[in-house]
């Protein structure tokens, strides 16, 4: 089972900009698609951003232009960076690793939006 470490969350203000960082303890081409999933309180987990290996991303309506997902597969770490942040980005931040079906997660890291 892979190990995935986020870091980089916080406490910023609205229209401030984070790079939330996902370390993986393995290769990541291993995997067809690396991603970023958000849950907020008493909503559902949800896709925010998807790499897959080919290096095509996907996005949540709502963030596209303001976030950016990469991945660098030589230090097995991909990236989420959030710009014009709005207090309705405030949840915790998953890292996903996705073979077809099965899917592996982070801890979560907690990112709040808020003057």
């Known amino acids: 089972q892979v190990q995935l470490v986020e870091s980089g969350g916080g406490q910023v203000q609205p229209g401030m900009s984070l790079l939330l960082s996902c370390v993986a303890s393995?290769?990541?081409?291993?995997?067809?698609?690396m991603g970023w999933y958000r849950q907020a309180p008493g909503n559902q987990r949800e896709l925010v951003a998807e790499i897959n290996v080919g290096g095509r991303s996907r996005y949540l309506e709502s963030v596209e232009g303001r976030f950016t997902i990469s991945r660098d597969n030589t230090k097995n770490t991909v990236y989420l960076q959030m710009n014009d942040l709005k207090p309705e980005d405030t949840a915790v931040y998953y890292c996903?690793?996705?073979?077809?079906?099965?899917?592996?997660w982070g801890e979560g890291i907690l990112v709040t939006v808020s003057s």
């Open positions: 393995e290769n990541i081409f291993n995997f067809n698609a």
């Open positions: 996903n690793a996705r073979i077809l079906s099965r899917n592996s």
